[in-house]
């Protein structure tokens, strides 16, 4: 071993005994789970008294809630949590989740006389089945007046799978970022 490796590792002990913090940082670990394989840990939800009475996206009329996915995605819409894009770390508009990142088309609307009225941009609605996995991250710590290990979530992506034109399966990518 180098000299100096040997002073930065006796540095670094020396700081941490005396310093005030009690606890050590010991690694960053990634897991990932299948979200089929997590429905367990969200509850589903309630019928509403009067379905008809709130204003739901399609999606949300066939099975609000019953998925890891659709629970999620359900409570980014309606503004209890917050998504960011994973690459730009911009918050995404909770409102749009279901038509963000998706393809949009442009279609001619008619009048009543059968001739184009004007043109309308539509965006493709997302299947939140499309989320195949949620990707974990968070940070391992040593309590050293207690001698014990625990963990923290940094945040939680919502992985999709990516198919090319003809079906074939390409890649996962992640879609949204959730951070704590």
């Known amino acids: 071993m180098k000299p100096q490796t040997i002073m930065l590792a006796l540095l670094f002990i020396s700081i941490a005994t005396t310093a005030q913090v009690n606890t050590l940082f010991l690694r960053q670990d990634t897991s990932v789970i299948k979200s089929s394989e997590a429905n367990w840990l969200i509850p589903p939800l309630k019928p509403a008294s009067n379905p008809a009475s709130k204003k739901q996206t399609p999606i949300e009329l066939v099975n609000p809630g019953n998925t890891v996915s659709e629970w999620f995605l359900s409570n980014i819409k309606k503004g209890k949590i917050k998504a960011y894009d994973p690459q730009s770390g911009e ?90």
């Open 91 to 180: 918050l995404i508009p909770a409102k749009t989740i279901y038509t963000w990142r998706m393809p949009q088309h442009t279609i001619a609307v008619y009048n009543e006389a059968g001739e184009i009225d004007k043109y309308q941009v539509v965006a493709q609605e997302m299947d939140p089945r499309t989320i195949s996995s949620i990707r974990i991250q968070q940070d391992w710590w040593l309590d050293l007046n207690t001698s014990k290990i625990y963990s923290r979530i940094v945040c939680i992506e919502l992985m999709r799978d990516v198919y090319s034109p003809p079906g074939d399966y390409r890649s996962r990518m992640p879609f949204c970022r959730i951070n704590y």
